[in-house]
Each structure stands twice: as structure tokens, then as C-alpha cells.
């Protein structure tokens, strides 16, 4: 197909020219027709569950049934208005905004320290790793059944032992003041393990010999962390953040098991709230609105991370 | 401090004296003790005797009267042999179907040159960014529309393709060197023979790695079968220790509850501690999940 072959030249101009483009379509495509089929089961299910459910959701949020047997009826964007509007579903925001705040500090403080004290591998550092990620492993729902009894009001295991040191307890999960603090209690306690093995493997790339140096110009361990080993992080930081941020607006089966939202609303997070609309409500109008405002929160974030990150190594 | 001196042994020389270091080993320590207590009450209280009363139930000294009673209970309470065989249904068929179409679509991205290669891998990624969990009401309407609601089938159906096992698999067909390949083109091996039996054998450790994120994170997913599924001879695991967690805590039934949860999660603890070092380094890479 060269333009090199003299011959081939006037049959080529002859041709109307987009025979020649389909002509050259039809080669390009016969020679990915295998890659194509290797790729269609996954699309397949791909486009059923990830581009038509994200398509069904942006229909479904733009009608309404007045009563659950009245036929559809196109409402436009009164079912996201309508979800705004709803005090459940900014109280849910809110709510999900402290968690999400409330579990990601802490679950990264504390994988950080998990991970700079058990950096070195010897048979006591693989135990205590092993303890500190048996909690990522167990369903939330038997997290959940655990952290039921431990908050019980007066015979449960933190009454049981701390209530000799207190006076006056809450009602953990009962006092809504309290009850969203509880339920970030559990979800710390089952993150931090998990992004523990980030940090370790983050640790992995701080220099030995730039410590040692550090240690030689008089640095002491602070100045050490603060100045080579932070900087070094800097990148699972953001990745750890970005995953807590992900896990805070779908890990909500601890409030279905212990709260169900409640007090007063005062443990709905978003996800719940979507289950409640749809499955308690049947109102999938609101439940499509309120996931087409959450995609949009989420999609947003991670083209963020994803600015932030190449922007610094552009920058560096 | 003989065991901590020990421990820093390998530290260098200079610094084996600083405090700090060994102040944050010794709270991480007490830490590691705290984050056990929930699973060392599971335990004590799975053994612990209703004789107790409700008043000793959060007492972590284990009784001196141990009883498997709370076992045989939760036992009769809960069907969970059938809970733990629709569990098992779900993870081994969505991973088996996983497993055909990572490979092929990781071949596909590592190996093959096609027209639209980059859009195709960002349709695929966009399966990463569009966190699966949120979708559970458009999904539910799709497995309805196919006739799969309340069916073991309709719980796995989303999961069938996955973007980070195909991301997984591309890179580990990339660094299999090309001259095996070639060497069995010259034989006249197919493409499918090729993918069999050089490429897949050789992908072992991250066929596994995938395996294991899959399986542990199916085997606790709870919203998602919960909402597909009806009838109480198909729930999984997760949904029927809600249930059961439920009707024992209206009876104040701690200890049962305790046993039954001591059920649930003993088979992936028990994997967890023999294949340790496989579970930690695959979950490193479910990063991306």
C-alpha cells in the first residue's frame, strides 16, 4: 500500500478516496479482530453493570411515579432538587463528611505508626502485623456483631471495664451525639491494619544510606522522620487518603447491623440513605438522584488525586 | 528491655540507643493487645457457660467451666452450613468466571496491538473509578430485568469482569518474555494454546494474589446480596449473621451471638494464618482495586 509503488498509484486516485480510507478501516479492524474478542466477555458485563448502570441512573434519576403503581412520569431535575432538599440526605452529607474526616485521620496515624515501628521483619513484627490485619479480613457484618456487645449499655465489655474508672457512660450507639463517634470507632479499628501494609511498603523506598547520613550529621530520629521519611511518603499518603476517603462512602454495613441510621438519623451516611430510598421508599427516582450526586463527589476526588499526583511529578 | 535491645539488634549501630523508636514499638504493642480484645471476647464468651449470667458476659477471664453450648445453639438458630454453602457458591463462580475473562482481556491489553487500544483501557478503568458498591440500585433494576433477582446467580453477575484483575494480569503477561511465545508460534500453536499453556501457568502467583482479594472481598460483601437476594435459603453468610445477630440480641443471647460470629469469620482466619505472606503481599496490590 505504499505510495513508493509507481504502479499502484493512478488505481488509488481513480478510487473515490474514502473507499480507500474504509478500505485501509477494514484491514486496521481485521487485524484487531482477535484482540476484540478477547475483550468482549469483559465488555459485555462491563457495559451491563458499570457504563449501562451508570447510563440507567442518569434515566432513572429523571422520573418520578407518583404513587408506586402510577405509571412514569419525566420530572426533569426535581428528583435531585427534591434530594437536596431532603433534610435526611444533607444530614447524611454532613454525617458522612465527619466520618470520612473522623476515620481517615486516625486509620492513617495510627497505619503509620504500626508501619514505622514494625518497618524491620523479625518473628515479633510479623505477629504484631498479623494482629493488627486480622480486623481488614472479617466481614463488617461480624465486626458489627462484636462491636454490639462491647458498646451495650452496662454489661457490655466497655461499661464492664472503663465503668469502674468513669462515672457517667453514655449510651453509645442510643445517643446521638455519640452514636457517630461509635460506629468510626469500628471502622478505625478495621482500616488501620489495611493501610498499615501501604506504609510498609512505602517505607520500603526510604534510602538506608541517606539515614544513615542524616544520623552522622547529628539528625535524631525526629528530624529524621520529618525530614527523609515524610517527604518519601508523600505519594502513599495521598493513595491511603484517596482509599479511606472511597471506603468512608461504601463501607456503610456496620450502620445497617447496629444503628440502621438511627438515632434520629444521627448515623445515616450516604449509601444508607440510598438504600433506604430505594428499598424501604421504593422511590428510585431520589435513590438514582441521590447516587448520581455521590458519583459526581466521588468522580471529582479521584480526578483531583489524579491532577494533584501528576502535577507533582511534573513538578519534581 | 532485653527483648527490645534484641529487637533493634539489625538497627544501625548509633542509633540502637534513641527512645523514640522503641516508645512507638512499645505503644504499637499495647495497640496490637487492644485491636485483639474484640476477637479474645469472641472467644471467652463463645465458651462461656449461660450459668454466667448477663452480668460476667464481658468478663475476658475465660470461665472455669468451659461449655460448647453457645456453639450448638447458634448452631440450631442459625442454617449456617447453608449460608456458608451459598458463600462458597458465589465466591468459586464469580472467581471462575473472573478468571476466564481476566486472562483473555489481560492477553488482549499485554499482547496484542489493536485500533482503540487506549480507549478501551480507559473503559476499562473507568470500572475502577466507578466504585461497584454505589451502583447497587441500577444494578438491582438489571439483574431484575434478566429474571435473576433472589438468585445466587444475580448476586455474582456484576463481578463477572474486572478492571484491576485485568490490570493485574496484563502485567504479568508483560514481563513473560516474548521468545517463549515465538518459540511455540514456530510449532504452529494457536492463540488459545499459547494463552493455556505458556502465559497462564506462568501467572500463577497473580492468578492467586487475585484470588485472594476476590474471594475475601465477595465473601464479605453484605449490601449488595442483601439487596438481591429474598429468601432466606439464599442468604450468604454475611446476610444470614445479621439476621441471626438480630433475633439473639432481642434474647440478649451475647454468647451465641459470639459463637455464631466465631463461625462466620473462622474459615478466612484460619486461611489468613496459613498463607500469611501471600494474603499480606496480594492485598498490598488490591490498592487499586
Known amino acids: 500500500m505504499s505510495l513508493a509503488e509507481p504502479a499502484a498509484l493512478p488505481v488509488a486516485a481513480s478510487a473515490p478516496p474514502h473507499l480507500h480510507i474504509l478500505k485501509r478501516f477494514a484491514t486496521r479492524f481485521k487485524t484487531s479482530l482477535p484482540a476484540y474478542l ?173 539515614m544513615e547520613a542524616a544520623h552522622l550529621d547529628g539528625a535524631g530520629p525526629w528530624a529524621r522522620f520529618r525530614h ?30 447496629m444503628t440502621k441510621g438511627g438515632p434520629s438519623n444521627a448515623t445515616n451516611l450516604v449509601l444508607f440513605y440510598i438504600y433506604q430510598q430505594a428499598v424501604e421508599h421504593y422511590d428510585i427516582g431520589k435513590a438514582s438522584a441521590a447516587t448520581l450526586l455521590t458519583l459526581a463527589a466521588l468522580m471529582g476526588l479521584t480526578a483531583l488525586s489524579f491532577r494533584t499526583m501528576a502535577n507533582r511529578e511534573g513538578g519534581a | 528491655m532485653t527483648l527490645i535491645d534484641w529487637l533493634y539488634k539489625d538497627a544501625p549501630l548509633a542509633t540502637r540507643r534513641e527512645i523514640t523508636p522503641k516508645l512507638g514499638f512499645l505503644l504499637t504493642v499495647l495497640l496490637a493487645l487492644v485491636w485483639l480484645v474484640p476477637f479474645l471476647w469472641m472467644g471467652v464468651a463463645t465458651l462461656r457457660p449461660a450459668s454466667d449470667g448477663i452480668n460476667l458476659m464481658a468478663e475476658l477471664m475465660p470461665s472455669l467451666k468451659p461449655t460448647l453450648d453457645n456453639i450448638r445453639d447458634a448452631w440450631e438458630i442459625g442454617d449456617f452450613p447453608r449460608y456458608f454453602l451459598n458463600t462458597t457458591i458465589i465466591c468459586t463462580g464469580i472467581l471462575s468466571v473472573q478468571f476466564v475473562t481476566i486472562t483473555l482481556a489481560g492477553f488482549a491489553f499485554a499482547r496484542l496491538d489493536f485500533a482503540g ?36 446467580a444475580g448476586v455474582m453477575m456484576p463481578f463477572f469482569a474486572s478492571a484491576f484483575g485485568t490490570f493485574l494480569m496484563r502485567q504479568a503477561f508483560e514481563a513473560i518474555p516474548t521468545e517463549l511465545e515465538d518459540a511455540a508460534l514456530i510449532d504452529g500453536a494457536s492463540l488459545f494454546q499459547r494463552i493455556r499453556h505458556i502465559y497462564v501457568p506462568l501467572s500463577m502467583p497473580s492468578f492467586s494474589a487475585f484470588a485472594i482479594i476476590s474471594v475475601t472481598s465477595h465473601w464479605n460483601d453484605f449490601l449488595w ?42 474459615p478466612l482466619l484460619i486461611t489468613f494464618l496459613i498463607f500469611q505472606k501471600r494474603f499480606i503481599s496480594s492485598f498490598v496490590t488490591s490498592g487499586i482495586k
Open chain 1, 38 to 210: 478477547l475483550l468482549l466477555p469483559s465488555l459485555v458485563f462491563l457495559a451491563l453493570f458499570t457504563y449501562g448502570a451508570m447510563g440507567r441512573v442518569l434515566v432513572d434519576a429523571l422520573y418520578q411515579r407518583a404513587t408506586p403503581k402510577a405509571p412514569l412520569r419525566f420530572v426533569g431535575l426535581d428528583n435531585i432538587s427534591a434530594v437536596l432538599a431532603d433534610p435526611a440526605f444533607t444530614g447524611a452529607v454532613i454525617n458522612n463528611l465527619v466520618y470520612a474526616v473522623g476515620t481517615a485521620i486516625p486509620s492513617i496515624g495510627l497505619a503509620l505508626l504500626f508501619a514505622l515501628a514494625l518497618a524491620r521483619t523479625n518473628a515479633v513484627t510479623s505477629a504484631l502485623r498479623a494482629t493488627l490485619f486480622l480486623p481488614v479480613l472479617i466481614p463488617m457484618v461480624a465486626a458489627s456483631a462484636l462491636f454490639l456487645f462491647i458498646f451495650l449499655p452496662n454489661v457490655g465489655l466497655l461499661d464492664y471495664y472503663i465503668g469502674q474508672l468513669l462515672p457517667v457512660l453514655p449510651n453509645w450507639l442510643g445517643d446521638s451525639d455519640v452514636a457517630l463517634y461509635a460506629i468510626m470507632v469500628i471502622t478505625i479499628w478495621k482500616n488501620a491494619g489495611y493501610y498499615m501494609l501501604f506504609f510498609l511498603a512505602g517505607l520500603q523506598s526510604v534510602p538506608e544510606d541517606v
Open chain 2, 117 to 152: 487500544k487506549s480507549l478501551l483501557f480507559y473503559l476499562f478503568l473507568m470500572q475502577l473509578m466507578l466504585v461497584p458498591v454505589l451502583l447497587i440500585v441500577p444494578n438491582l433494576r438489571i439483574v431484575a430485568q434478566f429474571g435473576l433477582y433472589d438468585t445466587l
Open chain 1, 228 to 257: 527523609i521519611t515524610l517527604p518519601e511518603l508523600k505519594p502513599t499518603f495521598l493513595f491511603v487518603t484517596v482509599i479511606a476517603i472511597l471506603n468512608a462512602v461504601t463501607q456503610v454495613d456496620h450502620v445497617f447491623v
Open chain 2, 225 to 266: 446480596p442483601l439487596m438481591v437476594i429474598n429468601s432466606p435459603d439464599k442468604r450468604p453468610l454475611t446476610v444470614g449473621l445479621s439476621v441471626f445477630t438480630a433475633t439473639a440480641e432481642g434474647t440478649q443471647a451475647w454468647g451465641t451471638i459470639a459463637a455464631g460470629t466465631l463461625m462466620v469469620i473462622a
